[in-house]
Nanobody, 117 residues
Framework: QVQLVESGGGLVQPGGSLRLSCAAS???????MSWYRQAPGKERELVAA????????NYADSVKGRFTISRDNAKNTVYLQMNNLKPEDTAVYYC???????????WGQGTQVTVSS
């Protein structure tokens, strides 16, 4: 069992920055981690993902060059640094832990990010 707790969301002006954190319990280093977001009336979408060891990352096209995912396995935490935020980044952001063998997947409760002037 892995429990995930996100933090760091809030209200920010366009062009601003936020850093989201997702603190995990359990065998964190065995899980690939990812950030998703869901805006009102839209489906949840993948924002960024990082492998269990941190050596591989991938991003949605809409956030490439602005967002950076990273992890600290010693602190059981994954981060999402978000720069040059835009109003269209407004959403609830969720972190997810996944391992394939055996298949396990866990979600956090989400943190609200609002980009508005």
């Amino acid at each position: 069992q892995v429990q995930l707790v996100e933090s760091g969301g809030g209200l920010v002006q366009p062009g601003g920055s936020l850093r989201l954190s997702c603190a995990a319990s359990g065998s964190f280093s065995m899980y690939a981690m990812s950030w998703y977001r869901q805006a009102p009336g839209k489906e949840r979408e993948l924002v960024a993902a990082i492998s269990s060891g941190g050596g591989s990352t991938n991003y949605a096209d809409s956030v490439k060059g602005r967002f950076t995912i990273s992890r600290d396995n010693a602190k059981n935490t994954v981060y999402l640094q978000m720069n040059n935020l835009k109003p269209e980044d407004t959403a609830v952001y969720y972190c997810k832990a996944r391992r394939d063998y055996p298949l396990r997947q866990y979600w956090g409760q989400g943190t609200q990010v609002t980009v508005s002037s």
